[in-house]
């Protein structure tokens, strides 16, 4: 008889290649979205051509990967920050993501970002600054949590809020960029690694 997590291995591996094979995103309408910048598929033009490196350092490797987050904000604001950040650029570039692996033991584990992801800190204002450079940065993903977005647990209800915030209006919790090493090194290389 199998162990009882068989099936969730199973399940592990299966959404790992549907996560992989994913077909592009539509385009949105969204003026600064990354689909409206990008070529027919939805994306930068880089990420269609990705070639999965799994064998470089991700120094090495021609895009980088960073999320920037308010430094003072508490632990848990900026684990939930990252790791909803991490979400939407997986959703957005479904390539970044590594395939899955099995330990020694014969149990399935679901692939991480093969490109790897820094993260960094900074202040909301810095934050903001980075954001909206990058937003006109044609060949970067930008994706990003305005702080409205950890005061409900209802989505449509953040939804709602930022229909009713001007752009210039939001505070930002953390923004994530992905694309060109040069680009995003340009952006974002003087901030320290968030402790």
């Known amino acids: 008889m199998r162990p009882s997590t068989h099936k969730f291995e199973e399940r592990i591996v299966e959404m790992t290649v549907r996560t992989t094979t994913r077909t592009a995103p539509a385009t949105q309408d969204t003026q600064d979205a990354p689909a409206n910048r ?14 999965l490196r799994t064998d470089l350092p991700t120094r090495r490797l021609p895009v980088k990967w960073v999320i920037v987050i308010d430094g003072d904000l508490p632990r848990g604001l900026q684990a939930n920050a990252a790791a909803c950040l ?9 390539a970044i993501l590594g395939p899955s692996g099995t330990d020694a033991s014969g149990r399935a584990h679901a692939g991480l970002p ?3 992801c820094t993260v960094l800190a900074a202040p909301g204002e810095t ?29 449509d209800e953040y939804l709602a809020g ?22 995003v090194e340009r952006l974002t290389g003087r901030l320290p690694l968030l402790r």
């Open 38 to 51: 990008a070529g027919q598929d939805g994306w930068p033009g880089w990420a269609g051509d990705l070639e």
């Open 162 to 183: 930022l229909a009713r915030t001007a752009s210039a209006d939001l505070a930002y919790y953390a923004v994530s960029l992905l694309g060109p090493r040069a680009v």
């Open 114 to 116: 093969w490109i790897g």
């Open 127 to 155: 934050i903001r600054r980075v954001r909206d450079e990058a937003a006109g940065e044609a060949e970067l993903v930008v994706t990003d949590m305005a702080a409205i977005a950890q005061r409900t647990n209802v989505y």
């Open 86 to 94: 991490a979400a939407s650029a997986g959703g957005a570039v479904p």
